[in-house]
């Protein structure tokens, strides 16, 4: 388990201009859907926006308090994340 402060943190460690939206999809804390959009994404793709993100939830994934995530990147200036 991971509260969502924690969660944004560790993204905001790698990608410190992110704006990231969490929605815990099944309420264990454990299972989420993330919209993140970073300047850092601009000209990558997407696997290499996703292995930027994954990256920066490594150890959460490895010691189980992240267990499963659902990944939106976001690059363009004009899109935002949606709010919760």
């Known amino acids: 388990m ?3 402060d924690a969660l944004e943190a560790l993204i905001r460690n790698k990608l410190p201009d992110a704006d990231v939206r ?5 309420g264990t804390m ?3 859907n993330l919209t993140i959009r970073s300047s850092a994404f601009s000209g990558k ?3 290499e926006q996703h ?3 994954y990256d920066a939830l490594g150890n959460a994934l ?3 308090r992240v267990h ?3 990944l939106k990147t976001i690059t363009t200036e004009n899109e935002q994340c949606p709010t919760v």
Do not use: C, K, S, W
């Not at 969490?22 to 099944?26: L, S």
């Open 2 to 4: 991971i509260e969502n």
């Open 68 to 70: 499963a995530v659902e």
């Open 51 to 53: 292995r930027a993100v």
């Open 45 to 47: 793709t997407l696997l």
């Open 22 to 26: 969490i929605v815990d999809r099944t």
């Open 62 to 64: 490895r010691d189980g």
């Open 30 to 32: 454990d299972h989420f």
